[in-house]
């Protein structure tokens, strides 16, 4: 899937597509996405405020992608193999 930024990920690869807005109002999304950050796990795709992330987790690392499009346009870009 084409995250934007020229990043793709394998669709066997992602585990959720997260709207940013709604995903943060929990305390145990921030304090997952800290932990992330402060693991180097994060990776900004973003020019602007993202409005969503992909959770990854591939062969070697899981990884957050932030990007700038939303949830509903990333699940259109799913296929299913």
């Not at 990920?9 to 992602?14: D, K, L």
């Not at 994060?42 to 990884?63: H, K, M, W």
Request: overall charge neutral.
């Amino acid at each position: 899937m084409h995250l934007g930024k020229n990043e793709t990920v394998p669709n066997r690869e992602i585990i959720g597509i997260f709207d940013i807005e709604k995903a943060t109002e929990s305390s145990a999304t921030k304090d997952f996405l800290k932990r992330m950050q402060s693991e180097m796990k994060q990776i900004n795709l973003s020019s602007d405020l993202p409005r969503a992330f992909v959770l990854s987790d591939g062969e070697y690392t899981d990884r957050v992608y932030f990007t700038s499009l939303s949830a509903s346009a990333l699940k259109g870009r799913e296929k299913v193999f």
